[in-house]
């Protein structure tokens, strides 16, 4: 599919005796055009427990207007959308294998069928600045929604409604905002359902789940930064905290998936750490969910990992060496260096794209989704999971810290390039530690957050040096090849060096941050 553009508008409830007020002179709409009546019919596919539009996401096949045909919308930032279309083509009942491959990874392996309908009347009206020039367009629906029946003899419901939209055109958000403020006077009401699909299925949605109550303080003493609350609020149990986390990440996992299939930046990367997050939750929190259930994850979610950690590694490294290279004195890069950094990192990238795209659209993938799924409909608990979250959590914290301990004692007892290999080790392990700490925050307040930051400064410092191992193997293979090819291979000989380097100093850093997290890791596990 082709992305149409970023779609910002704005919706407006009326009732049958709303008159819309003159625009002209709101922001710089100078005239209004002439109205035009179109006849929009669509389609909505999603599954029956409607996946798409519970991550706001919409799919449909319309007719009628300028924009007819196969519409995907996806959330953006700031109340807007981004849209993917293509045109009609045949398929009615189905919908094209191009229009659903962006969204596999909400689908998972179910199908997206048709839930529901709409037949819109739209009266068009355009915003014209004074040289003629679309701003917006302001569209008066009457519409007529039908929830289509979920199985046989369960009936179909009809909604009908009126609905002002205001959307941008050549316009931007001061004109949005005068438009607003003269419909809300003559008595539109902001929309409290986005979308018009929302609305006809609202019933079928799952109610919203309840805030999470204030967690009560650890050992009756309110936390520091926190003042104590009459009374105590309700202890939250270690279950819905620990399920709680696992919803947040595949949420995250789904996000990134989405990102990835639409070509986004940082895709890649987003989704290998959702994974490594919910591999962590899942080690972590073993005494909460029953582990046999979650090590078949783990290790499905490690093998999504492995498979897109060389399209995300090479990249980086690549990137990475292309920067050092510009910062190099010339003088002392001797041939055409850059330029085959360049054109490494292009090969590799269509390469590693080509199998990303072959993990996304595995079934093996596409059912670890749906287990995820499976999981959070019916959670294998353990008895431990209705204990106060703060005793599991401080347990957590204190099970991978000593997991870290003993990586760190170790890597002590061994030097050189073993040693470095067991701070790659030390690197996982406190990493382990961070994504527990994350999980403990909302309970543990500025001791968790003392450990996340500690522990995240560790990862980036042994994450750089592991970093060069990537970046060290592709100065090697690189400067073969240039030299193979008769170009002067010195260049790539002193990147490797600079390499060499980086990673000793972050070695070096670590060991002055080490004792701090110990205290840290200790600070946080003694609140349980």
């Not at 003493?221 to 609350?229: I, S, T, V, Y």
């Not at 990102?259 to 990367?269: L, S």
Request: include cysteine.
């Amino acid at each position: 599919m082709t992305t149409v553009h970023v779609e910002v508008e704005r919706k407006f409830e009326v009732d049958e005796t709303f008159a819309l007020p003159d625009l002209t002179g709101a922001g710089a709409v100078a005239a209004v055009g002439d109205p035009e009546e179109q006849a929009l019919e669509a389609t909505y596919y999603d599954t029956p427990d409607l996946r798409l539009l519970r991550s706001r996401v919409t799919l449909r096949r319309r007719t009628g207007g300028a924009d007819a045909g196969w519409h995907v919308k996806l959330p953006g930032v700031d109340g807007a959308r981004r849209e993917l279309h293509q045109p009609l083509g045949r398929a009615a009942r189905t919908a094209p294998r191009a229009v659903v491959a962006p969204l596999l990874g909400l689908l998972g392996t179910a199908a997206a069928e048709p839930v529901a309908t709409l037949s819109t009347r739209r009266m068009v009206h355009r915003l014209l600045d004074e040289e003629g020039r679309v701003l917006a367009e302001v569209a008066d629906d009457v519409v007529v929604g039908t929830a289509l029946a979920t199985g046989p003899g369960e009936p179909a419901t009809v909604t009908t409604w009126r609905e002002i939209e205001v959307e941008l055109v050549d316009g931007d958000e001061r004109l949005l905002q005068a438009v607003t403020e003269r419909l809300v006077a003559a008595g539109a009401r902001p929309a409290a359902v986005p979308s018009k699909v929302g609305r006809v299925l609202d019933g079928r949605l799952p109610a919203p789940a309840a805030p999470a109550p204030e967690p009560a303080e650890a050992d009756g003493k309110a936390r520091k930064g926190k003042k104590a609350k009459k009374g105590r609020a309700p202890v939250r149990t270690a279950g819905e905290v620990v399920l709680g986390a696992v919803a947040g990440q595949l949420q995250a996992l789904r996000a990134a998936d989405l990102a990835v299939r639409t070509e986004q930046p940082e895709g890649v990367h987003d989704l290998r750490v959702a994974c490594r997050r919910l591999r962590s939750i899942f080690a972590a929190f073993r005494p909460v969910l029953d582990r046999e259930h979650t090590d078949p994850l783990r290790a499905e979610l490690q093998w999504v990992g492995a498979q897109l950690s060389g399209a995300r590694d090479t990249e980086v490294a690549l990137a990475h060496l292309r920067n050092l290279v510009a910062a190099q004195p010339v003088e002392l890069v001797l041939g055409p260096v850059a330029a085959r950094l360049q054109q490494t990192a292009i090969k590799d990238h269509e390469t590693g794209a080509r199998q990303v795209t072959r993990t996304l659209t595995d079934r093996r993938y596409l059912r670890l989704l749906d287990a995820l799924d499976a999981l959070l409909a019916e959670p294998p608990v353990t008895e431990l999971a209705a204990a106060p979250a703060p005793v599991q959590l401080a347990d957590a914290v204190r099970r991978t810290g000593k997991r870290l301990r003993r990586t760190v004692e170790a890597a002590l007892e061994v030097e050189g390039a073993e040693r470095h290999e067991r701070l790659h080790d030390v690197r996982k392990a406190a990493k382990r530690v961070r994504y527990t700490a994350e999980v403990a925050e909302a309970e543990f307040g500025e001791p968790a957050t003392a450990l996340i930051a500690c522990t995240k400064q560790v990862q980036d410092l042994l994450g750089a040096a592991q970093d060069t191992v990537v970046t060290r193997d592709v100065a090697v293979r690189v400067g073969r090849a240039a030299f193979a090819a008769g170009e002067n291979a010195w260049t790539y000989g002193r990147l490797h060096a600079l390499e060499e380097a980086r990673a000793t100093a972050a070695e070096a850093e670590f060991w002055t941050l080490e004792p701090g997290l110990r205290r840290n890791v200790k600070a946080v596990a003694s609140l349980g």
